[in-house]
């Protein structure tokens, strides 16, 4: 009787230490897994980050590139500077509009090609403008310089609840608010007849998004680049102010 206890005490000891063991293997059977799974899954997310990494390297690359002049960018460049140097404009004027001149087919292209206007081609026309206030302020301009900043200010203002609706591009607002004070310094009335320049080419523009909008399948997708409306009204309007309206 008792060597029958102590063997079935055995036996039960047995059961108790196989269950552990079979619950030990199935845990590490579980973090086996999981160390496989870890593993295939780990090469999966490097190669997804390295396409992520090379597509921002790719993206800055060509935007970088995209800055740069081309031929192109050049000869409209020049074409413009002989257009102002032709123009009756006033030395801050001049200044203003040359600026812009030099930059306008950088920005046209850009924005046909990436839809987006490059700070750094703003920027140049953002010093033009400046230039040309100070120079209207040293010779005796302020009240005009004053104008034109005053002009700039409330353009800037009014573009920004477009641009936080998605309806006026950031790059888009920027020029137009420093195109202003180039325009004002050009002519007095060059500001009006950019309005209704930008108006009439707006409408026409609007016209061909709606079109191709109903011919796309996505629409959402459909972005039509603004820039090039607001460069062809600006020096519709400057041409027009200082020929037709100058004269008048």
Do not use: Y
Not at 27 to 41: L, V
Not at 57 to 68: C, D, E, F, M
Request: glycine share 14%; hydrophobic share 50%.
């Amino acid at each position: 009787m008792t060597t029958t206890g102590h063997e079935g005490g055995r036996d039960e000891r047995s059961r108790h230490e196989g269950g552990r063991d079979g619950l030990g293997a199935a845990e590490r059977d579980r973090d086996e897994r999981g160390r496989e799974g870890d593993e295939a899954g780990e090469p999966g997310e490097s190669r997804a980050r390295d396409e992520d990494e090379r597509g921002e390297q790719h993206s800055a690359l060509r935007s970088s590139r995209s800055s740069r002049p081309t031929r192109i960018d050049v000869v409209v460049g020049l074409a413009l500077v002989g257009l102002v140097a032709v123009l009756d404009l006033s030395s801050p004027g001049t200044v203003a509009a040359s600026a812009l001149a030099v930059v306008t087919g950088a920005l046209v292209r850009v924005d046909i090609a990436e839809r987006r206007l490059p700070n750094v081609l703003v920027l140049v026309v953002l010093v033009g403008a400046a230039a040309g206030v100070a120079l209207a302020v040293g010779t005796g301009g302020g009240v005009s310089a004053a104008w034109a900043c005053l002009l700039g200010l409330v353009v800037l203002v009014a573009c920004v609840p477009l641009v936080h609706t998605g309806g006026l591009g950031a790059g888009d607002a920027k020029l137009a608010s420093v195109g202003v004070v180039a325009a004002a310094l050009a002519s007095p009335s060059a500001p009006l007849a950019w309005l209704l320049a930008v108006a009439l080419l707006g409408g026409v523009h609007g016209t061909a998004a709606v079109a191709v909008r109903r011919r796309d399948t996505s629409p959402a997708r459909v972005a039509i680049p603004f820039g090039p409306v607001l460069l062809a009204g600006w020096w519709l309007a400057v041409v027009a102010a200082s020929t037709v309206l100058g004269s008048s």
